[in-house]
T-cell receptor, first 113, second 110 residues
Framework: AAGVIQSPRHLIKEKRETATLKCYPI?????VYWYQQGPGQDPQFLIS???????DKGSIPDRFSAQQFSDYHSELNMSSLELGDSALYFC????????????FGQGTRLTVV | DAKTTQPNSMESNEEEPVHLPCNHS???????IHWYRQLPSQGPEYVIH???SNVNNRMASLAIAEDRKSSTLILHRATLRDAAVYYC???????????FGTGTRLKVLA
């Protein structure tokens, strides 16, 4: 069965650079979520989209922005990268039905040097 | 958002049942209770969810207290592959906001 696809799987950037992470949801899933998980930390909710509109917002820094496109894929743009942004970034998707299960991708490991 | 409280860690012997508790005393009437687990270096994986009634699926059972202030995830026969961090999450009705708390790290002993 198709799963949530995230690219790239690994990314190394220097401080103050910009990074773009991509997420391709499971077919027919129109809801996308983004999470950040630092080393030894629990996943932190960043932002979610439903039908290409921002739905809920968590602890997403102002330096980060995200959007969902017409084909339902989503991109997380991160600017002025800091060392503390080094983390695993997970994307999840779900069917267009509230309170349903979310399916997570394998994550993108971002390292800022 | 309502908070959940889980023990930091638990141990179980292989082939034995495991009961993972979660307290959510500030739950509102329309919050759904979800459980996810995360294996090392992998994305979280859905386990089960419910609102008021107990739920069963091929992975686990979810027992919800009558007052909904607590719930218990039951793994009927733990295997080594069940070793993971288990998260109990409350989903406010009408939102797409899954907030992970501090889960329970389950260790399964052979």
């Amino acid at each position: 069965a198709a799963g949530v696809i995230q690219s790239p799987r690994h990314l190394i950037k220097e401080k103050r650079e910009t990074a773009t992470l991509k997420c391709y949801p499971i077919p027919r899933h129109d809801t996308v979520y983004w999470y950040q998980q630092g080393p030894g930390q629990d996943p932190q909710f960043l932002i979610s989209f439903y039908e290409k509109m921002q739905s809920d917002k968590g602890s997403i820094p102002d330096r980060f922005s995200a959007q969902q496109f017409s084909d339902y894929h989503s991109e997380l743009n991160m600017s002025s990268l800091e060392l503390g942004d080094s983390a695993l970034y997970f994307c999840a998707s779900s069917l267009p039905r509230k309170n349903t299960e979310a399916f997570f991708g394998q994550g993108t490991r971002l390292t800022v040097v | 958002d309502a908070k959940t409280t889980q023990p930091n860690s638990m141990e179980s012997n292989e082939e034995e049942p495991v009961h993972l508790p979660c307290n959510h005393s500030t739950i509102s009437g329309t919050d759904y209770i979800h459980w996810y687990r995360q294996l090392p270096s992998q994305g979280p994986e859905y386990v089960i969810h419910g609102l008021t009634s107990n739920v069963n699926n091929r992975m686990a059972s979810l027992a919800i207290a009558e007052d909904r202030k607590s719930s218990t995830l039951i793994l009927h026969r733990a295997t080594l592959r069940d070793a993971a961090v288990y998260y109990c999450i409350l989903i406010p009705s009408g939102t797409y906001k899954y907030i992970f708390g501090t889960g329970t790290r389950l260790k399964v002993l052979a």
